[in-house]
């Protein structure tokens, strides 16, 4: 009798086999000294000595226990083992794995364990769906034998062969994220399984359930390297975990399954990932602590998309422990600068209008944060300045969040006030807004006196026919007859030319402006405008009138220091009133 082997298969079983049969067809046992150590095998015991035997122990073996039964049954009966599409992909990662390929050509007559699976492979593509899923499942343990022996490429390859099919009614059940309704959360415990299934599809409950972390990426990089969809992968992902998440047991099964989405996701087309989604996975990630290229890779997606974001999914609350705002406004800064660099200021015809969507959106955001009292001046400015002048149409909404944080951190010196101040563009102010930063007491006087030049500077701008030099005729607007009767005046066919009246009345011409933001904030300032120049008109005569009386003041005091000092305060107190 031959050597009797003692084989151990990872611990999961041990089988007695002669040594003598095995080595023929199994390079890896042929190479066994007869009692000695090497690699895989383990000097015999004192019980296995005594009965001539050698053990041997395999670790790592692809298909554990049962598939090396079968590699043994294939020794003994001299090929007689069916290969089939439960057993093809791991008996031919035990194939390899036992060195059969190179051994089987000293046998007389040569049944090949390799050429058989190999045969049975090639013939994947025409398998059932519900088999190349379990082949999937397989690979998953059989790596990283199944790359080594191309079998991982061979399930992708049938698996994509698959997906391309549209399925007809006769489809195995799944479901899909494409609805409208799909919304993604870790908190839900509704059924990932109830949800419509779609041409597309189809196929993701049946890989969503299957697939590990790990495996989820190969599996998505596969099906982007042969030609699917970016749209297609991107919602599977999601639905992988929105399915997934919700049941992972611990935060580390729960990271690794949204870091290997990121990794996929991150080399996606831009238009295919849904900013909704993107939140959610930062909203579950965020008490994770993803690996710092993974959150990285997530800001910079979102803030590529950022001109899709609401105000809703912006507002994310400060990191635990963090006492310098409630929301994380450094997270929202890192978007905006994400967003620049991916093209939002480009200055580009077709980027504008995304720039001034996150303009809004911004605007939007500093409301909601300027009545934190923690907030420091300098984040507040960084936010305010974040954006480049394109960004905004008009400034109203942006002076109104620095009103609030004024009002709120009352602390502030003149300096700092200033500095946040200069986000501000007055001449992109309305004249309301004008008029009330000209009474706000709570913005500093030069503030005030560069919102009063900027629009002295519009003013003559309007009155001069500035604003394009074109040769368009002009529209006479005035403020004393009501719309309705100038146009019927016109309707008429009478053509006034003596527009100008008198008392010191101005007329505004205006050119036809289309109905773009930046022309609908002109018209509202020529809305009125009439009465609005006399009233700046008496301003200026009073200034005038009061410099006068200050000047006699200080002559008839022999210019004394405390009545200039008081002077000043005076008029500095005066101003705010000159509007009212």
Known sequence: MGCVLEVDVDGEEVFLVDKEVLAPFCGRIKNLSGGAGGEGVVGAAAAAAARGRVRVVLRGFPGGAEAFELVARFCYTGGGVAVTASNACALRCAAEFMDMSSAAAEVSTPPSLVKMTEKALDEMPQWSWQSVVDAVRQCQRLLPMADATGV???VVGALVSHVAVTPGDATPTSSSPESSAFRFSCDTKSSCLSARCTSRTWWFEDLAVVLSPGMVERVAMALLARGTDHGVVSRFLFYYLKCRVAGATTADDKRAMLEAAIAVMAGLDRSSVSCKGLFGILRISSPLKLATHCHDSLVAMIGAKLDHAT???????SPPGTTSSLYDVTLVLSFLDAFLHAGGAAGARDETPRLKKVGKLVDLYLAEVA????LRPAKFVELATALPAAARDCHDALYRAIDVYFQVHTRLTEEEKMRICKGINYEKLSPECCKHLARNAGFPTRAAVQALASQHTVLKSLLRGGGGGTDEH?????????PAATAKHRAGGEDHDDLVGGGGQVVLYARRLDMSLESQNLRSLLDGMHWRVMELEKVCSRMKTQMSKMKAARRATGGGGGVA????????????RMCS
């Open 152 to 154: 991982f490429d061979r």
């Open 311 to 317: 105000l809703d999914n912006l507002l994310v609350p």
């Open 371 to 374: 009545p934190d009292p923690s």
């Open 474 to 482: 002009l529209k006479p607007v005035s403020s004393t007859p009501p």
């Open 565 to 576: 000092a008081g002077g000043r305060r005076a008029a500095s107190r005066s101003l705010p």
